[in-house]
């Protein structure tokens, strides 16, 4: 089993920042990609951005540019920095880990956190 525990989620004003980390406990030796996903209300839970243990990203088309992803290995942590929010990007933000090899998601080795609330208003 792997915990995922998320922090950093707050209100912020459109341009600002925040930055989001998960750390992970347990099994983490099964686990090749972290990522953020994201679930605004009335909405579909989306990829935001993920990375895998090599260090290759995907990000999703409306963050570029303005999220960056980025791990500690030895931390065993993942952090979402994320700059000029959008009131767009108000939604509740949850941190995925998962094994299988490569971007592969095996099933039965697919862990969620229990997300953080991201607001972007004014």
């Known amino acids: 089993q792997v915990q995922l525990v998320e922090s950093g989620g707050g209100l912020v004003q459109p341009g600002g920042s925040l930055r989001l980390s998960c750390a992970a406990s347990g099994s983490i030796f099964s686990i090749d990609v972290l990522g953020w996903y994201r679930q605004a209300p009335a909405k579909q839970r989306e990829l935001v951005a993920a990375?895998?243990?090599?260090?290759?990203?995907n990000y999703a088309d409306s963050v570029k540019g303005r999220f960056t992803i980025w791990r500690d290995n030895a931390k065993n942590t993942v952090y979402l920095q994320m700059n000029s929010l959008k009131p767009e990007d108000t939604a509740v933000y949850y941190c995925?880990?998962?094994?299988?090899?490569?971007?592969?998601?095996?099933?039965?080795?697919?862990?969620w956190g229990q997300g953080t609330q991201v607001t972007v208003s004014s």
């Open positions: 995925n880990g998962w094994g299988g090899g490569g971007w592969y998601r095996e099933p039965s080795n697919d862990y």
């Open positions: 990375i895998t243990s090599g260090g290759s990203t």
